[in-house]
């Protein structure tokens, strides 16, 4: 007969729900709730069409709203897609621990076989690109003061990730639908799946070419070489994209074929930067806003060696330096990038590997 005072032989193991956990492939999330399928079916009516807000490169965005009243963005992972399984893990690592006003916040998970979702904080305003960019551009008007706003503290952003955090974190995919703005038009960074982490003694990382076509530097597109100074010379691309109002995917203003980055430094040769201007701003000081068009011209330059570390640039940006425009070189891709792509030969693979686009060199003289 079992003595019924220790309880041992009636004491049940207790079961968890399969989506909860407090890590993720042994790495332990830190204020990251868990969610269920359930709970996120309810905050988004099912997934309904109406409250469809965007579209990744690996699934789909809802609003929601949570039982506690909270607006939510949930993104959803296309099922079946193995590919990315990655890149869902990456931005659920990353965003636990990184905490910047000029972040997305990640709120919470769900990984509840064969669905996953990752919710975050809701922006009102959505990404750039819908409010300034894209071919259905929103009612929403930017002035320069927001827009020079959303281009320094976007910069704050990407300089925490680069020099405040350990190890420095490269994004690898900044562009205007990654870049959201909240009720006051405040820029957050988000989509942080194919984020790297740097530790401090590597300079460099040899990686699959991951990212967005026209915001590629040139020794990342063609040689899979990795710093931070790709994210600034994506960076670069987008300060443009804020100030002309033009997606740099698309032709330009003047209906030539001529690339984005091209059409740009050859106004900046002519002296007529002032003409990539949007339209729709009517007031402005031309002054500053020639400073940041140069500013992203300093940023896009072909060699990585050249262009300013991300601390270095908010500062140009926030403050009436005076730019050495005689060390200023062209943009890439240009003469030296196609110079080196001849040099070695690149697997298909690679290029392939690029989203929502592909790669495309020119050749321009620079100064």
Not at 94 to 99: A, D, Y
Not at 261 to 268: K, P
Not at 326 to 331: D, M, S
Request: aromatic content about 8%; hydrophobic content about 35%.
């Amino acid at each position: 007969m079992v003595c019924a005072c220790f309880g041992a032989s009636s004491t049940k193991k207790e079961i968890r729900p399969s989506y909860i956990s407090s890590e993720i492939d042994g790495y332990p999330l830190a204020d990251v709730r868990p969610f269920s399928d359930k709970e996120l079916r309810l905050a988004t009516d099912n997934y309904h069409l109406s409250n469809k807000i965007g579209r990744g490169g690996f699934g789909t965005v809802y609003k929601g709203t949570l039982k506690d009243g909270r607006r939510v963005a949930v993104k959803t992972l296309s099922v079946g897609s193995k590919q990315g399984v990655r890149e869902f893990l990456t931005e659920i690592k990353t965003l636990s621990t990184v905490k910047h006003p000029n972040l997305v916040k990640l709120i919470g998970f769900c990984i509840q076989a064969p669905n996953r979702a990752l919710v975050y904080q809701y922006m009102e305003n959505g990404s750039i690109y819908s409010a300034l960019l894209g071919t259905k551009k929103t009612n929403i008007k930017l002035d320069w003061q927001k827009r020079s706003a959303i281009c320094l503290d976007t910069a704050k952003g990407l300089a925490y990730l680069h020099e405040e955090l350990v190890p420095h974190i490269v994004h690898r995919d900044i562009k205007a639908s990654n870049v959201l703005l909240d009720r006051d038009f405040k820029p957050k960074i988000g989509d942080f799946g194919l984020a790297k982490l740097f530790p401090d003694d590597i300079t460099h990382i040899s990686t699959r070419i991951a990212g967005t076509s026209g915001y590629l530097a040139p020794e990342y597109a063609l040689g899979g070489q990795l710093t931070k100074k790709a994210d600034v010379f994506s960076f670069g691309v987008l300060i443009l994209e804020i100030i002309s109002g033009t997606s740099s995917a698309r032709t330009n203003r003047t209906g030539s074929h001529k690339l984005f980055l091209e059409w740009a430094w050859e106004l900046y040769e002519e002296g007529k930067l002032l003409e990539l201007v949007d339209p729709d701003m009517k007031e402005y000081p031309e002054k500053e806003v020639t400073r940041y068009m140069k500013v992203a011209l300093f940023c896009t330059q072909s060699a990585a060696s050249r262009r300013p570390l991300m601390t270095q640039v908010v500062d140009m940006l926030s403050k009436e330096i005076q730019l050495n425009e005689k060390e200023l070189t062209a943009p890439g891709f240009f003469m030296d990038a196609i110079q080196f792509s001849q040099k070695k030969s690149y697997p298909d693979s690679s290029i392939s590997q690029i989203r929502d686009g592909h790669v495309s060199i020119t050749m321009v003289n620079p100064r």
